[in-house]
């Protein structure tokens, strides 16, 4: 069993910068690809960025540039790195396996993008 705890989000200015951190619980979080999600208020939620456990990446073409990803399994935590923000990123930000077979879904991060 897997628990997922996710930080590291609060409100920013359009352009500015944030480092959201998920720590992980349980020996199966270093033998899976990972992912950090999101869900903005009325719409599903998201893949935003992938991360196997050899370091290969996938992004959302929205943030693709902007936006990245990298874990330490010795720390059992993945990081989401996130540049140039925009309002559009406005979300709850989670993290979980990537694609399916998801652990049960942590409380999340709200990031909020506003001037």
């Known amino acids: 069993q897997v628990t997922l705890v996710e930080s590291g989000g609060r409100l920013v200015q359009p352009g500015g910068s944030l480092r959201l951190s998920c720590v992980a619980s349980?020996?199966?979080?270093?033998?899976?690809?990972v992912a950090w999600y999101r869900q903005a208020p009325g719409k599903e939620r998201q893949l935003v960025a992938g991360?196997?456990?050899?370091?290969?990446?996938v992004y959302h073409q929205s943030v693709r540039g902007r936006f990245s990803i990298s874990r330490d399994s010795a720390k059992k935590t993945a990081w989401l790195q996130m540049n140039n923000l925009k309002p559009e990123d406005t979300a709850v930000y989670f993290c979980n396996r990537y694609v399916s077979y998801y652990w049960p879904w942590g409380p999340g991060t709200q990031v909020t993008v506003s001037s």
């Open positions: 349980g020996s199966a979080f270093n033998f899976d690809a």
């Open positions: 991360i196997t456990t050899v370091g290969e990446t």
